[in-house]
């Protein structure tokens, strides 16, 4: 059943991508995304205080 939902899910986010395309055009899409990584990447690699202070003194 995982399959399924993976394809449905994978669905929904095509048809999202290609509306949203639709809507801004390609250039002001291909800038968004490119953006999006950017910020998830920071996201990512970001370490808080909190996560500094909990889990540097378990090294």
């Known amino acids: 059943m995982k399959c399924v939902a993976d394809h449905c899910k994978s669905d929904v986010s095509s048809r999202l991508s290609f509306l949203i395309r639709e809507t801004l055009g390609d250039h002001?899409?291909?800038?968004?995304?490119?953006?999006?990584?950017?910020e998830w990447d920071r996201f990512r690699t970001h370490v808080s205080q909190y996560e500094i202070e909990r889990y540097l003194p378990l090294l």
Request: aromatic share 18%; no cysteine; net charge positive.
């Open 28 to 38: 002001i899409f291909d800038r968004f995304i490119k953006n999006k990584k950017v």
